[in-house]
C-alpha cells in the first residue's frame, strides 16, 4: 500500500506545474501522485501531466476529466486514491522534502498500527515570491508536539491557527466512510475540507515542521481581495453548505464544538465584511439573508455566531458598522500578511 495519495488538481498549470511534483517526488517511492487535469484546455497542462506519469508509471497518475472546479478535482482524487493519508496540494504550491520527512516516517508507521492515527497536521508557509516574503504559520501551544493526542487535549486556537487544508493529512479511508464530496464549480470549498471532516477525527498527530509551502499573490488567486469581491456568491454557497454539514452546537467534545463554532463565526464574518465591501442594497439584502439562513437552520447556532467577537463590529447597521468591519479586515491583512 502506498503511505499517501497527493492530489494535485491542476487547470491550466502548466507553467508551474512541475516544481509542485517535483517536490512530492522527494517525498519517497512509496506515494502516489494523482495529477488530476480539470478540463485544462488553455495550455498543455493535461500533455505534462501523461508526460508525468510515463516518466514515473509507478507513482504518477494523469486523471483526465471536464471542468467541474477545485471541489471537483480533490472529490476526483479522493475517489482514485489507495494511499493511506490523503493530501491535496494545489499546483501552485509546493512541500518541503525536508520537513516532510518526519511527518512522512510516521504515515507509514501508521499503515501497520492498531488504531491508526486519523489526522496529521503540519504548519504551512504564506510565500509571497513576488517580494521575497516567508510567513510561517504553525500549532505551537494549540496542539501537544511529540505524541498523539485527542480533541480534549486541544488548547486555545490563535486567529492566524485555523486548520486550513495545507495543514492537514487525513486518513483515506476516514474520508471515504464519512462520505465527503466537496460541491462543484465552486472556489473556497477548501473550507469544508477542514470543516466537515473534524466530527469523525478522533486521534491527531502535529508536527512543528513547515511542510506546505503556499504560494500567494499571484494575479486572479482565488484569496486576492479582488477576487472575493468578485466570488461572494460562492463564498455564501459554501458557508450554506458548512452550516448544512454539521450541529456545530451537539458535537462533541467541548473543545471541538468551541473550535467548529468559532470557525463558522469566521466564515460569517467574512461574508459580512465582503458584501458590505461594496455597500449595494443587493449586496445588503444578501447580507440578511445568510443570517436569515442561519437563524433558520439552526436559531441556537445563530445565536453564538451572532454574538461571537468577530461579528460583533461587522454587523453594525449604518455606515460606521461598515467602516468597522473594512478596519478590522485591513489589521487583519497586515498582521497575518494575506492577500
Not at 500533455?47 to 507513482?59: C, G, H, L, T, V
Request: glycine share 6%; charged share 25%.
Amino acid at each position: 500500500m502506498k503511505t499517501v495519495s497527493f492530489a494535485v488538481p491542476c487547470f491550466n498549470s502548466a507553467e508551474y506545474m512541475d516544481v509542485c511534483i517535483e517536490s512530492l517526488l522527494a517525498c519517497g517511492e512509496d506515494i502516489e501522485i494523482l495529477i488530476v487535469d480539470d478540463g485544462s484546455t488553455k495550455d498543455n497542462t493535461a500533455e505534462k501531466a501523461d508526460e508525468w506519469q510515463e516518466r514515473y508509471p509507478d507513482i504518477i497518475r494523469a486523471i483526465h476529466k471536464p471542468n467541474g472546479g477545485h471541489g471537483s478535482a480533490v472529490n476526483t482524487g479522493l475517489e482514485h486514491a489507495t494511499g493511506f493519508y490523503y493530501k491535496v496540494v494545489d499546483s501552485d504550491d509546493w512541500l518541503n522534502p525536508e520537513a516532510m520527512a518526519p511527518l512522512m516516517a510516521y504515515m507509514r508507521e501508521q499503515i501497520n498500527a492498531p488504531t491508526p492515527t486519523d489526522l496529521v497536521i503540519a504548519n504551512y508557509v504564506y510565500e509571497k515570491v513576488h517580494e521575497g516574503v516567508q510567513t510561517p504559520m504553525d500549532y505551537k501551544g494549540v496542539f501537544p508536539e511529540g505524541r498523539e493526542f485527542g480533541w480534549e487535549e486541544v488548547g486555545s486556537f490563535g486567529v492566524s491557527q485555523y486548520l486550513l487544508m495545507h495543514s492537514v493529512y487525513y486518513r483515506t479511508e476516514m474520508l471515504k466512510k464519512m462520505g465527503l464530496k466537496l460541491p462543484e464549480h465552486c472556489f473556497y470549498v477548501d473550507n469544508i475540507f477542514v470543516y466537515e471532516p473534524l466530527p469523525y477525527v478522533r486521534t491527531m498527530r502535529y508536527f512543528n515542521e513547515d511542510a506546505y509551502r503556499y504560494f500567494i499573490g499571484r494575479e486572479g488567486q482565488s484569496v486576492n481581495e479582488a477576487t472575493m469581491l468578485k466570488r461572494v456568491d460562492q463564498q455564501l454557497r459554501v458557508t450554506r453548505t458548512m452550516i448544512d454539514a454539521v450541529d456545530a452546537t451537539k458535537v462533541e467534545p467541548r473543545p471541538l464544538r468551541h473550535y467548529m463554532v468559532n470557525y463558522l463565526s469566521m466564515m460569517m464574518c467574512i461574508c459580512s465584511v465582503f458584501l458590505r465591501m461594496s455597500g449595494t442594497k443587493e449586496d445588503e439584502e444578501k447580507l440578511k439573508g445568510i443570517w436569515a439562513y442561519l437563524k433558520e437552520k439552526n436559531p441556537n447556532l445563530y445565536l453564538r455566531v451572532r454574538t461571537n467577537i468577530v461579528n460583533l463590529g461587522t454587523n453594525i447597521p449604518t455606515a460606521v458598522g461598515r467602516r468597522i468591519g473594512l478596519g478590522g479586515y485591513h489589521i487583519a491583512q497586515k498582521l497575518f500578511n494575506f492577500n
